[in-house]
């Protein structure tokens, strides 16, 4: 399986920075609004990292080779 950039795959991933960006830099806000305050700033904040890498592996176009390998992994397809 050879790598293979695609710009679709890097505009959404672009998408998905940003998103994971401002969840970051608004997590307390969107933590008090939405969870139980205070208690669940560092979850909503690991969920906005986790957000983050996401995007960049769509964003590189990463995730279909490693989505690829594990597959080819579990399920022994040559």
Same mark, same amino acid.
């Given at each position: 399986?050879?790598?293979?950039?695609?710009?679709?795959?890097? $505009?959404?991933?672009? @998408?998905? !920075?940003? *998103? +994971?960006?401002?969840? /970051?830099?608004?997590?307390? =806000?969107?933590?008090?609004?939405?969870?139980?305050?205070?208690?669940?700033?560092?979850?909503?904040? $690991?969920?906005?990292? @986790?957000? !983050?890498? *996401? +995007?960049?592996?769509? /964003?590189?176009?990463?995730? =279909?080779?490693?989505?690829?390998?594990?597959?080819?992994?579990?399920?022994?397809?040559?």
């Amino acid at each position: 399986m050879a790598y293979e950039f695609s710009f679709a795959s890097f $505009f959404i991933g672009f @998408i998905i !920075v940003a *998103v +994971g960006a401002a969840f /970051m830099i608004w997590h307390q =806000v969107i933590a008090d609004n939405l969870g139980s305050g205070v208690s669940s700033y560092d979850r909503f904040k $690991f969920w906005a990292l @986790i957000t !983050v890498v *996401v +995007g960049f592996l769509v /964003m590189l176009n990463l995730h =279909v080779f490693i989505l690829g390998n594990l597959l080819n992994s579990l399920f022994h397809r040559s």
